[in-house]
Every structure is written in C-alpha cells, then in structure tokens.
C-alpha cells in the first residue's frame, strides 16, 4: 500500500510564507516520491494553493485537503464550511475529529460520524481522527477510547467504509514532543485495522496514518511498522525540509 503522508498547517501561514512554503515544496518533490502527499490547510488559502499548483509542476501531486468539514449540507450555520464547498475547491480530503475539535469544539463522536458522511457523500475522503488523553493511557483506556471513536463512523458509513482514511494521534503526544514509540503506535494501528477487517471485506484499502508528533528523526521507524500506512503530520509540515524528510522515509 502506498503510504499518505498529510501535513495538517492547523491556524498557521499568511500569503507571503504560504508561497515560500509550498514552493520549497514543490522544489523537493522529485518525481518518483514514493508516497502520496496532501496539505490540509486554511479555508483562506484554498485559491491560493490552486494558483500556486497551476505555475509550479511539484505541486501538481500534492492533493489539497481541509482541516474541518460541517456536519451540515447547507443552511444556517454561520461559519461552517459544507462538503460542497469543499469540492467546489478541488480538496480531496477532510480532516474530522482532529483532538482539538473535540477537545476545544466539543464535538462528540456522533457528530465526528456525521462529518465524515458529508465528506464521503460528495466524493471526499474523510480523515477520522482518533486518540486518546494521557490520562486514558494510564488507565489502561487506549483500546477501548479508539474502538469507540472509530465504532461511531464506522456505525454511520458501514457501507463505504473502505473509502475513509484513519489517523490515530493520541492526544498526549500533539504538539507536545512526545511521540508513541514505534511499537506503542503499531499495537495501537492493529486493533484499529481488526475492527477494520471486522466491519469491511474492503479494509485492506484503508490507511490508518500515525498524528502524534511524527518528525524527520522519528518518521523512518513509525513508517515502518506494518500497520501504519503514513502520517498526518502537525508543525513538521510547516518546515519544509523537515516535511520533505518525512515524505522521503516513506514507502
């Protein structure tokens, strides 16, 4: 399976260093790369990564992608961004669930579910995020938190499950430093791909990705694990030999 590996800019970039940014990028994307590629970035900046895609070749592989979806397919929701805006801007992915949301959001995992619906109804592929707190890895939580989160969208979109990609970052290790060791990530990545198999004859097409502080230094040994098909990567995506790094230990 190709590995993805997805830099999440979160409220980060302006016009000026969005255009450094991505054409350091372009520069460094030979090719051959190994792995798929996608920025998910601001709603401002949408316009601006087509235009730069169209001038620079490098980009023309890296697939846009959002950082929130609504739940909703139109109507009044002041601020929120539906599915159909979405297309209408070329974004081939959406992240859903990201820890922040939910931790700053509130959003729960029905609504999580209901994201990735919108998403998956307009031809999207919905990135569900999954993890758990530090305290929940102390208690012996992480399994049970995981296949609960992922239970509520597979319970929504059984029938297209296999289109979805997964990210499991738990929350203790985002933009902290601290980062799952190798095989903390994989143990965690092979329950997921059971409860995967269980629910979809497809499963083998879904990519459950690694957001916990994936970084040039450590992205070669998470990578290599069996079950983790790439990265949803945080501030290393804003760096950009860091990201071309990361892209480069790919497989």
Partial sequence: MTQLIAGNWKMNGTLGANEALLGALAAGLGP????????CIPAPYWAQFRALAAQHPGLKAVALGAQDVS????GAYTGEMSAAMLKDFGCRY???GHSERRQYHGETDAVVAAKAQQALAHGITPIVCLGETLEQREAGQTFEVVKRQLAAVI???????SEIVVAYEPVWAIGTGKTASSEQAQEVHARLREQLKAASAHAERIKILYGGSMNAGNAAGLLAQPDIDGGLIG????KPAD?????GAAR
């Fill in 94 to 96: 959406a992240i859903v």
């Fill in 243 to 247: 990201f071309l790094a990361i892209i």
């Fill in 32 to 39: 051959l790369t190994p792995a798929q590629v996608a920025v």
């Fill in 71 to 74: 739940a909703h397919a139109s």
């Fill in 235 to 238: 501030g290393a995506s804003l």
């Fill in 155 to 161: 319970h929504l979109n059984g029938h297209c499950i």
